[in-house]
């Protein structure tokens, strides 16, 4: 008997019966579950998420789980891969987790592989005679090994029974840091006989979820959200109106702050910035991005976990997999991209379940940072044709392909739209790829401009996509309705009935009632010795907003001001950065904002 395996679990059965297309069933029970949970894992219960997601499994059915951060995702992945009847597949973006989860398996007794660029040329060869006996249940994958011929013939020498993709919402994800591989996941669904999929993601609204069901073949039914509302999450927004006055706010609450944290920049550069000013004032601090050598990423890591530093200044690079579970607060000096990454890096926070202060500082300039990433990476036709023309084209010494380094030079393509126009074409079936990693047209004809264009449309789309992301992005960081409403709104989650009440608004709210109340038992007498009640903003009230110009107002309430500009846009603002205007200004003040050129605005229903 495998000293990974409980005695009387179907997993001693390699007879258990096989679907059809290879699909492997473990046939376990619930009592089975309960057992492996117990016996190999220690635990005594699970979450309701979690069985939920389990059960599915279990039975063989393909699920896409979204669940929060912190909800204990793997446990839904390798109490089934103890009970399947073949290997289980786990592919990961993240190194440091695959170490973690293998270690973690190792000492529950669960024989697991790790294969990444960080492991050694003995640790590789160790793992793929692991694969190849049989011996390994788990086997941990970056999605680049994946999509290696050789690796995926390595795996179909065995049967799979669990293919898992963790965070999955990559595989919607584009951007300057995408990772074209994960595109290539749902062929190598099919060249592994079609096992069980699992997807596993913390965010993932409509859209999202739907590209990744139908990319890993995963029925409607399958989708399971448990919820992503997290009330010991507490979120503010803290406009600044210059760079200065935001770097010299981020280090007074850095300061401020108790215990370890994260702040997150958009930029390397903002990121280095940041961290010598705070090294500066003598804080306890490391940096991470992806420009660092792997070597002083790793060392900056693993002091943050081993609380030889109090925080980390980082770029989205960091983050995912991090298993820290006393984080108490995430800044983010810039904005991010949309509401999915900033709930992916806040949710690091809090894992313990106490108190943690997510704050966002917002510089209207910063929204252009996005603005330029979103421009940057999403491939043009005439960058198609071009990189068709090369590989339709006879390589050089008469070799059966071309390398990428040669790709990239002859098409004059940056390396990130490189990967992205492969692995489209790749996915369609037009470019084959040897066993040495040489690239050719394959047997279809090359394609004319208009079916360029048409390859083209998806991507085009998803520009739009990222576009409207965005604009939610701002919307919640100008908002003054309650943080949480908002965030699981642009999430596509199960919305709040009520205000969650921690929040920056809702405080704020709930400030301005007392005082109201207060207001209230003052006599008639002292009334008029009593500080002028706050302005109010009368539907239809010309008002001024710095940076935004003049609008109407539209709709008020203690915490919020909503205006509609001239172009047609509306937004919610503080009533504290919203302005009358005299009305003898008013038709002065418009006429210049409809000349003013102003960035797209977040339309309100």
């Not at 492996?36 to 896409?64: C, K, M, N, W, Y």
């Not at 290539?184 to 079609?194: F, S, Y």
């Not at 965005?470 to 709104?489: D, I, K, P």
Request: charged share 25%; with cysteine; aromatic share 6%.
């Amino acid at each position: 008997m495998s000293p990974q395996t409980p005695r009387g679990s179907p997993a001693h059965s390699h007879g258990a019966a096989t679907a059809r297309h290879g699909r492997s069933r473990s046939h376990a029970t619930e009592s089975d579950v309960d057992r492996v949970l117990r016996d190999v894992f220690g635990h005594e219960r699970l979450r309701p998420g979690q069985r939920r997601v389990i059960d599915r499994v279990v039975a063989g059915e393909s699920t896409l789980a979204v669940m929060p951060t912190g909800a204990g995702k793997s446990l839904c992945y390798q109490v089934p891969a103890v009970l399947a009847p073949g290997q289980t597949v786990v592919v990961s973006p993240l190194i440091a987790l695959m170490k973690d989860q293998c270690e973690k398996l190792e000492a529950n007794g669960v024989r697991a592989v790790q294969l990444n660029s960080q492991c050694s040329a003995d640790e590789i060869e160790a793992a793929e005679k692991a694969i190849a006996d049989g011996t390994a249940r788990v086997v941990f994958s970056t999605p680049e090994r994946l999509a290696d011929a050789a690796f995926l013939q390595l795996l179909q020498r065995r049967s799979t029974s669990l293919l898992v993709v963790d965070e999955a919402h990559c595989i919607s994800q584009w951007g300057h840091d995408f990772r074209p591989a994960f595109l290539e996941i749902g062929a190598a669904v099919r060249a592994l006989r079609n096992p069980v999929v699992l997807a596993l993601t913390a965010t993932a609204n409509d859209e999202v979820a739907e590209e990744i069901m139908q990319k890993l073949g995963i029925p409607r039914t399958g989708l399971i959200d448990t919820g992503a509302y997290r009330p010991n999450l507490h979120y503010a927004v803290e406009p600044a109106m210059r760079e200065e006055d935001k770097l010299r706010r981020a280090l007074a609450l850095v300061k401020g702050l108790q215990g370890s944290g994260i702040v997150y920049t958009a930029t390397v550069k903002a990121a280095e910035a940041l961290f010598a000013k705070l090294v500066g004032t003598g804080e306890s601090v490391g940096l991470y991005h992806g420009k660092l050598r792997a070597g002083e990423r790793h060392e900056a890591q693993d002091a943050f976990m081993a609380a030889s530093l109090r925080m980390m200044v980082a770029t989205n690079a960091f983050g995912m997999g991090i298993d820290k579970p006393d984080i108490r607060f995430v800044l983010h000096y810039q904005m991010p991209s949309s509401l999915d990454a900033y709930y992916q890096e806040t949710g690091r926070a809090g894992r313990d379940g106490e108190r943690a202060d997510c704050v966002l500082l917002y510089l209207r300039q910063d929204k252009a940072v996005q603005q330029f990433f979103l421009a940057g990476w999403l491939p043009e036709a005439a960058e198609l044709r071009a990189l068709q023309q090369v590989l339709s084209s006879a390589p050089p010494d008469a070799r059966p392909g071309w390398s990428a380094a040669e790709l990239q030079q002859r098409a004059h393509l940056p390396r990130g739209k490189l990967r992205v126009l492969l692995s489209l074409l790749r996915q369609e079936g037009l470019v084959e790829r040897d066993g040495d990693g040489l690239l050719r047209w394959g047997k279809n004809p090359p394609l004319e401009d208009a079916q360029l264009d048409a390859l083209l449309k998806d991507h085009r789309e998803k520009r739009e996509q990222d576009r409207e992301a965005l604009e939610r992005m701002t919307f919640y960081a100008t908002t003054g309705m309650c943080r949480w409403q908002v965030l699981l709104s642009g999430l596509g989650s199960d919305e709040l009935a009520a205000r969650c009440g921690a929040c920056d608004n809702c405080v704020r709210l709930a400030r301005h009632e007392r005082e109201q109340a207060a207001q209230a038992q003052v006599s008639e007498a002292d009334a008029a010795q009593a500080p002028p009640p706050r302005v109010a903003f009368a539907r239809g009230a010309s008002v001024r907003v710095p940076r935004y110009g003049v609008g109407s107002v539209v709709g008020a309430d203690a915490v919020s001001v909503t205006i509609e500009f001239a172009d047609g846009s509306q937004r919610c603002f503080q009533p504290e950065f919203v302005r009358p205007v005299p009305a003898r200004q008013t038709r002065q003040a418009r006429a210049a904002s409809r000349n003013s050129v102003r960035e797209p605005a977040v339309r309100i229903d």
